[in-house]
């Protein structure tokens, strides 16, 4: 098993600025994607980024330019650097990841979220 833990969520002003990081722990072998997503209320849940093993980068149109990705490998955490936030930026994100559990083969992992809110 996995487990992911994510921290860093929390009320900003918009235009400011917070950093999130989700470490996985367990029985992890390797992990190659790590993503984080975002659900507003009364709204589907959607990728925000999303970052491989190698580094490749993707981004929603929305936070491009905003958002960076960015993971340790060693530590098997992945980070999310918001800037310039906007009040449509508050949601609970999400981080997720495919990894390659001992005895157990290439899993899907969601951790339990945690809540941004931009607001003045």
């Known amino acids: 098993q996995v487990q992911l833990v994510e921290s860093g969520g929390g009320l900003v002003q918009p235009g400011g600025s917070l950093r999130l990081s989700c470490a996985a722990s367990?029985?992890?072998?390797?992990?190659?994607?790590m993503g984080w997503y975002r659900q507003a209320p009364g709204k589907q849940r959607e990728l925000v980024a999303s970052?491989?093993?190698?580094?490749?980068?993707n981004y929603a149109d929305s936070v491009k330019g905003r958002f960076t990705i960015s993971r340790d490998n060693a530590k098997n955490t992945v980070y999310l650097e918001m800037n310039s936030l906007k009040p449509e930026d508050t949601a609970v994100y999400y981080c997720?990841?495919?990894?390659?559990?001992?005895?157990?083969?290439?899993?899907?992992?969601w951790g339990q979220g945690t809540q941004v809110t931009v607001s003045s």
């Open positions: 997720n990841c495919n990894a390659l559990v001992v005895m157990a083969g290439v899993k899907n992992y």
């Open positions: 367990g029985s992890v072998f390797s992990i190659n994607y």
């Open positions: 970052i491989t093993s190698g580094g490749t980068t």
